[in-house]
């Protein structure tokens, strides 16, 4: 069974920085298929980066140009690094593994002044 274990969250001033990671284990692994959702507070969740089967990246329209997603696979992680943050970026951001179906705890990220 595939595990997904979200950190790098918290606190953060508008314009700031943050990396999140996404450790998986129980399978091979493969930075295809894997995205970014958040939630908002009384908001769908909703896709901010991934990657496809062929491998092509794709991002929300507001996170176009400050969010990258990336994978390392000597670590089997899911990096998603958040540049120029905004106070509605604020979210719980959650990892998912579309191939199969999982989905990490998620990790807050708090963007304030």
């Known amino acids: 069974q595939v595990q997904l274990v979200e950190s790098g969250g918290g606190l953060v001033q508008p314009g700031g920085s943050l990396r999140l990671s996404c450790a998986t284990s129980g399978s091979i692994f493969s930075i295809r298929d894997m995205g970014w959702f958040r939630q908002a507070p009384g908001k769908q969740r909703e896709l901010v980066a991934g990657?496809?089967?062929?491998?092509?990246?794709s991002y929300a329209d507001s996170v176009k140009g400050r969010f990258t997603i990336s994978g390392d696979n000597a670590k089997k992680t899911v990096y998603l690094q958040m540049n120029s943050l905004k106070p509605e970026d604020t979210a719980v951001y959650y990892c998912?593994?579309?191939?199969?179906?999982?989905w990490g705890h998620g990790t807050q990220v708090t963007v304030s002044s």
């Open positions: 990657v496809n089967s062929r491998g092509m990246t």
């Open positions: 998912n593994d579309r191939r199969s179906g999982s």
